[in-house]
């Protein structure tokens, strides 16, 4: 797989990043305001996730990289939006294993 195909991945989450992150600031009125704090730590983690994913290419194994961020933000950022989206927490069952996955792509450029 060619390794610049990651700034591809890094522009369309850039895109939903930026998007998501607009509704939530200006557009997104939970009922309960916990709701958009999980809002804001999901946006903060998916652009911040999203900004490393362009470095991809360079790294030593861009696609386990690329990969575990990809996963990560989906898992993690995905989680999170849904659970503050329908304000219910129990669509939270895959937020960890983003987590996880973002510790393991951080962890992929010790190899």
Known sequence: MNPYL??????????????LGTYGAHGFKPQNPTYKEVWQTASLYHLVHTVALVGAP???NPNIFGGLLTAG??????TCYTVAFLEDRKYSILAPFGG????????????
């Open 6 to 19: 990651w700034h591809k991945v890094a522009a369309v989450s850039g895109v939903a990043a930026l998007g």
């Open 100 to 111: 996880f996955a973002f510790i393991a792509a951080w962890g992929s450029l010790l190899f």
């Open 73 to 78: 933000i989906l898992a993690f950022s995905g």
């Open 58 to 60: 360079i790294v030593k």
